[in-house]
């Protein structure tokens, strides 16, 4: 959406699918079709979908106020988790719980085996992104030891970044971004949040008052997605832009940027949207999925594009690979672009 703003919360419920895809390393592109459908798939479009770190277990949230876990391997849906109002992200917190935001400004967390619920805290406007660190040290000025524990992350379009400890479900503190959180990336205890304005913002989560680094996208249009290894930056107008932290001379001369999901008839141009970026955990290739219902995979190192699924129904909306990289889910789904 070219605009910026919040898409209507109605869309019209036209094709929304979800389906995962196994990933053979030595797969041909010939071999590459649409995969097989996941039963009972949401009933609108699709936010997110995500992998277990621990299994094949597959989290999904969409735009019917409802949150899903699946077992992928074995085509089953295994619980689903119901809000007030759409679920505009999710992320695992374990195995079987996951926190969610939802664009009735609040942060939740769900608890599929015991059906327990509870709610971290709220935003002042619909809350667009989360994340979950497994790892994120808290420590003590009158104490050489660190306590590890977890750490929620969370972006709106009230124009902040928040922190949560998700063990009393109190926040932990609360930076100001220039503009609306439209989509955050996680590794580690790095944090990049993408605004609009084309607005970037580097964090270490073990030194959340001072970003690392603030930066504008070197891509021209709204940022869509970012996903991170270095980390890479998708937008409205068809293209990647891969970037480097390394803020040396040398270190950005190694950034690029390259067209893509787009479709050329009669010496036409036609730009779809670049919704969804993953990378595979082992092989350091990337897919990207757009509205023009195409998923690719990359290969960033190389900078060229090793093979094209088929097309699917309808828009990519998201995108992700289990942990050991076989398998690779994909949303085909409404993304309000009409």
């Known amino acids: 959406m070219m605009g910026g703003g919040a898409p209507p919360l109605f869309p019209p419920p036209s094709q929304q699918h979800q389906h995962y895809l196994d990933m053979d390393a030595n797969a041909q592109p010939a071999q590459l079709v649409l995969g097989r459908e996941l039963a009972s798939p949401p009933a609108d479009g699709i936010s997110n979908l995500r992998f277990s770190n621990y299994s094949d277990h597959l989290l999904v949230s969409s735009w019917d106020a409802k949150v899903r ?115 955050m990336s996680l590794v580690g205890h790095r944090l990049v949040v993408a605004t609009a304005g084309r607005h970037i913002t580097v964090y270490d989560l073990r030194l959340m008052q001072r970003p690392e680094q603030t930066r504008e996208s070197s891509l021209k249009y709204q940022t869509r997605c970012c996903g991170l290894v270095g980390y890479a930056l998708s937008s409205v107008e068809g293209r990647i832009a891969m970037e480097f932290f390394d803020m040396s001379e040398a270190g950005q001369a190694k950034k ?53 699924y088929s097309r699917y129904p309808s828009s990519v909306a998201s995108l992700s690979f289990s942990r050991d990289g076989r398998l690779l889910a994909i949303a085909s789904s409404y993304t309000f672009e009409a």
């Open 69 to 183: 876990l699946y077992d992928a391997s074995a085509n089953v849906l295994m619980g689903q988790f119901s809000h007030r109002a759409p679920v505009l992200d999710c992320c695992f917190h374990d195995d079987s719980s996951c926190f969610t935001a939802s664009a009735d400004h609040s942060v939740c967390r769900y608890d599929f085996n015991t059906g327990g619920e509870d709610t971290l805290g709220t935003h002042d406007a619909p809350v667009r992104c989360v994340e979950y660190s497994h790892a994120t040290a808290y420590g003590s000025r009158f104490l050489v030891i660190e306590e590890v524990v977890g750490h929620v992350v969370t972006g709106s379009w009230d124009k902040t970044v928040r922190c949560w400890d998700p063990r009393g479900g109190t926040g932990v503190g609360t930076y100001p971004q220039p503009e609306r959180v439209y989509s």
């Open 256 to 308: 690029y940027a390259f067209k893509c999901h787009r479709k050329s008839e009669a010496g036409r141009d036609t730009v779809y949207p670049v919704n969804a970026i993953a990378f595979h955990p082992i092989y350091g290739t990337f897919a990207t999925g757009g509205c023009d219902g195409y998923v690719n995979i990359w290969d960033g190192n190389n900078k060229k594009r090793l093979y094209q």
